[in-house]
């Protein structure tokens, strides 16, 4: 399967709006460390509000795909309620950009080798929240992470949608609970998406929701504590 390059990702997903009557705005919300836009698409009336981030780590253009299933069926959900969805298709542009070359030969492990950017640590736009627990403090984060950081403060979305992958060979997806019945539509969009799909989850204290469609059964502050 072969991604697509960022600036032309982007145009699609304003092409799929369009093509599928899906009533939205675009919006810069600010800039990258590299001066690159961070660009929003709000689409409005809808029952809840949701945030949804591409590309929260540079090197997993899965988001692609699933960014491009939510323009062509936002539609079925608008003029449901006063709420908005606010998408993010890419998070961290500047690191996208790196990777953008084997996304468009993504079937050949020596390409994305060759083609891997992985920003440290420190450098990644998700794990850069400030914090303050147990003696610790940081308080100072990149540019992308503040945006979002802003965007949060701001409007207090009730679901929030962060769009990884990996690098284990099929596709799936952990939610969270309570989202059974709603988040069954994405076991539906990775099987319309022609990728191999997780049947058994990577890990063994999950739950198979459906295809492709786990649930940790654990709380995540014994995963990582």
């Known amino acids: 399967m072969s991604y697509m390059r960022i600036s032309n990702y982007i145009q699609e997903l304003r092409n799929a709006f369009a093509l599928f009557g899906v009533d939205y705005k675009e919006k810069v919300l600010g800039k990258s460390a590299e ?13 809840v509000s949701n945030l949804i981030m591409g590309f929260p780590h540079p090197n997993e253009p899965l988001s692609q795909v ?8 936002a539609e079925q959900f608008q003029n449901q309620g006063n ?5 993010i298709p890419v998070w961290d542009i500047d690191g996208a950009i790196r990777n953008q070359d084997w996304f468009l030969n993504a079937d050949s492990i020596v390409e994305m080798v060759n083609g891997w950017y992985r920003p440290a640590a420190n450098r990644q736009v998700e794990w850069d929240f400030p914090l303050e627990s147990g003696g610790y403090k940081h308080s100072s984060s990149l540019p992308e992470t503040e945006i979002i950081k802003n965007l949060l403060d701001e409007v207090h979305p009730q679901r929030l949608i962060s ?9 799936y997806c952990y939610i969270s609970q309570g989202l059974h019945d709603k988040a069954r539509d ?38 990582i504590g």
Do not use: C, T
């Not at 699933?66 to 069926?73: D, F, N, P, V, Y």
């Not at 769009?163 to 596709?171: D, F, M, R, S, T």
């Open 163 to 171: 769009l990884h992958n990996g690098i284990v060979g099929n596709a």
């Open 35 to 47: 001066g690159r836009n961070i660009i929003s698409f709000l689409l409005p009336r809808m029952e």
């Open 66 to 73: 699933m960014m491009m299933q939510i323009a062509r069926k």
């Open 186 to 223: 994405l076991s539906k969009a990775l099987q319309l998406s022609g990728l191999d799909i997780a049947e058994e989850p990577p890990v063994p204290y999950s739950e198979v929701i459906d295809l492709g469609l786990f649930r940790y059964l654990m709380p995540l502050n014994r995963l």
């Open 83 to 87: 709420e908005f969805w606010f998408l």
